[in-house]
């Protein structure tokens, strides 16, 4: 009997010894994974100086306006940028974002609240200003971009630096150049050098781009197109990337091809039609071609101006 308690007391030490030693051998690599899972993550500075921790891999982003450059890295946001309701938003990325809920331009706590971000990432300081930066980061890690990424190719780069896709990002930027080159050559060998204009009309309300902004850059600058003169003349006293150009004005543009943007569903038939503007070189050789709104000419991107770059190939060097 003495032998059995014994036997017992001894089996049942070496139990428990086991279990004790079962537990000291979790404590270190619990506390090694939580080591390895903070230095995952990043921390960058933004543009007004907060420190930002980055998930290493978030899965909930919203970062509004910033949609081309995030497809363009192959990142699906939880919710993409939209104004009045949802009813306007990017359609020319509407392949990629169909299923994706919209988000007001305005970011309102509620709604970004709603989708249970991992991060977001604000385009400029503007949208964060006063309280709000505070209220958006209590929600989730809240990253800030300054006016220095208005360029769309940095914008390009510091989205891809944010999200830890730097070579991605540079692997785009060379790609889109690469397409632009082929299409500059591809339009000298067939029309030249010519001069051409992009105009916004809004109920029959002419706005013309600037030639260093939006859809300028990429016929200026990508494409080697010529500005006409009533182009850098508004385009040196403008204050954004689209100006408003009276009809007695546009009457002096000599640009020999006219791209339209229409904010009418009518179109610019009214507009083009004015015998004002008769004399116009595009209008005179029927060199006008005209977008809906729903098209990319009002945005910039590596998504948004290749389907531009798209665009003039297929109306001038067809």
Same mark, same amino acid.
């Given at each position: 009997?003495?032998?059995?308690?014994?036997?017992?007391?001894?089996?049942?030490?070496?139990?428990?010894?086991?279990?004790?030693?079962a537990?000291?051998?979790?404590?270190?690599?619990?506390?090694?994974?939580?080591?390895?899972?903070?230095?995952?993550n990043?921390?960058?500075?933004?543009?007004?100086?907060?420190?930002?921790?980055?998930?290493?891999?978030?899965?909930?982003?919203?970062?509004?306006?910033?949609?081309?450059?995030?497809?363009?890295?192959g990142?699906?946001?939880?919710?993409?940028?939209s104004?009045?309701?949802?009813t306007?938003?990017?359609?020319?990325?509407?392949?990629?974002?169909?299923?994706?809920? &919209?988000?007001?331009?305005?970011?309102?706590?509620?709604?970004?609240t709603?989708?249970?971000?991992?991060?977001?990432?604000?385009?400029s300081?503007? &949208?964060?200003?006063?309280?709000? !930066?505070?209220? !958006?980061?209590?929600?989730?890690? &809240?990253?800030?971009?300054?006016?220095?990424?208005?360029?769309?190719?940095?914008?390009?780069?510091?989205?891809?630096?944010i999200?830890?896709?730097?070579?991605?990002?540079?692997?785009?930027l060379?790609? !889109?150049?690469?397409f632009?080159?082929?299409?500059k050559?591809?339009?000298?060998?067939?029309?030249?050098?010519?001069s051409a204009?992009?105009?916004?009309?809004?109920?029959?309300?002419?706005?013309?781009?600037?030639? &260093?902004?939006?859809?300028?850059?990429?016929?200026?600058?990508?494409?080697?197109?010529?500005?006409?003169?009533?182009?850098?003349?508004?385009s040196?006293?403008?204050?954004?990337?689209?100006?408003?150009?009276?009809?007695?004005?546009?009457?002096?543009?000599?640009?020999?091809?006219?791209?339209?943007?229409?904010?009418?569903?009518?179109?610019?038939?009214?507009?083009?039609?004015?015998?004002?503007?008769?004399?116009?070189?595009?209008?005179?050789?029927?060199?006008v071609?005209?977008?809906?709104?729903?098209?990319?000419?009002? !945005?910039?991107?590596?998504?948004?101006?290749?389907?531009?770059?798209?665009?003039?190939?297929?109306?001038?060097a067809?």
């Amino acid at each position: 009997m003495a032998k059995f308690l014994i036997k017992n007391v001894f089996l049942a030490g070496i139990l428990i010894i086991s279990i004790l030693l079962a537990a000291c051998g979790e404590q270190p690599s619990s506390s090694a994974d939580k080591t390895n899972e903070e230095s995952s993550n990043r921390v960058l500075t933004d543009s007004i100086g907060h420190e930002v921790t980055i998930p290493k891999n978030p899965q909930r982003i919203i970062a509004p306006y910033l949609e081309d450059h995030l497809v363009a890295l192959g990142i699906k946001p939880v919710a993409q940028w939209s104004v009045k309701g949802g009813t306007s938003i990017q359609n020319y990325l509407q392949d990629s974002l169909k299923d994706i809920p &919209t988000i007001e331009f305005d970011l309102p706590f509620e709604a970004v609240t709603s989708f249970n971000p991992d991060l977001v990432v604000i385009g400029s300081p503007e &949208t964060a200003e006063g309280e709000k !930066y505070e209220q !958006y980061s209590k929600i989730a890690p &809240t990253y800030v971009m300054g006016t220095e990424d208005n360029n769309w190719r940095n914008k390009l780069l510091k989205v891809g630096e944010i999200f830890n896709q730097t070579d991605r990002a540079k692997e785009v930027l060379a790609h !889109y150049d690469q397409f632009a080159k082929e299409a500059k050559e591809e339009i000298d060998q067939k029309v030249g050098n010519p001069s051409a204009t992009v105009i916004w009309n809004m109920n029959n309300t002419i706005y013309m781009v600037s030639d &260093t902004a939006s859809s300028g850059v990429v016929l200026y600058e990508d494409l080697g197109l010529q500005a006409p003169m009533l182009v850098k003349e508004v385009s040196a006293s403008a204050a954004g990337n689209w100006s408003p150009v009276s009809l007695e004005k546009f009457v002096q543009i000599d640009a020999d091809y006219l791209f339209v943007i229409n904010s009418d569903r009518a179109g610019s038939s009214e507009l083009l039609n004015d015998p004002l503007l008769a004399n116009i070189p595009a209008i005179k050789k029927g060199h006008v071609y005209e977008f809906d709104q729903s098209s990319s000419w009002l !945005y910039s991107g590596a998504i948004a101006n290749r389907q531009i770059i798209q665009n003039v190939l297929d109306s001038i060097a067809k």
